[in-house]
């Protein structure tokens, strides 16, 4: 199986930075795409960010000039660097990816984090 661990998230004023940081572990082949989601209370689970394999990235406009995703391929981990933290940026964060498992199979499946909590006090 693949697990994804994060960590990282906590409690941080408005304007201040947080790094979060995903490891994927497992019968792992290869890893595509890797990214970031955030769901605050009483709203759907939206894209924050995404890395392709190649490096290059997208992001939400509402992150835009704030965050930067990053991944180290060796690691199989994906960073996210989160600056200027607003309180609108309080959710809890869950990192994705899409992985190709060992063991002969030719197809990526997503994989999800548990979630971290990241809170912003105005």
């Known amino acids: 199986q693949v697990q994804l661990v994060e960590s990282g998230g906590g409690l941080v004023q408005a304007g201040g930075s947080l790094r979060l940081s995903c490891t994927a572990s497992?019968?792992?082949?290869?890893?595509?795409?890797m990214g970031w989601y955030r769901q605050a209370p009483g709203k759907q689970r939206e894209l924050v960010t995404t890395?392709?394999?190649?490096?290059?990235?997208n992001y939400a406009d509402s992150v835009k000039g704030r965050f930067t995703i990053s991944r180290d391929n060796a690691k199989n981990t994906v960073y996210l660097q989160m600056n200027s933290l607003k309180p609108e940026d309080t959710a809890v964060y869950y990192c994705?990816?899409?992985?190709?498992?060992?063991?002969?199979?030719?197809?990526?499946?997503?994989?999800w984090g548990q979630g971290t909590q990241v809170t912003v006090s105005s």
């Open positions: 890395i392709a394999s190649s490096g290059s990235t």
């Open positions: 994705n990816a899409l992985v190709r498992p060992s063991g002969g199979s030719y197809y990526y499946n997503d994989y």
């Open positions: 497992g019968r792992i082949f290869a890893i595509n795409a």
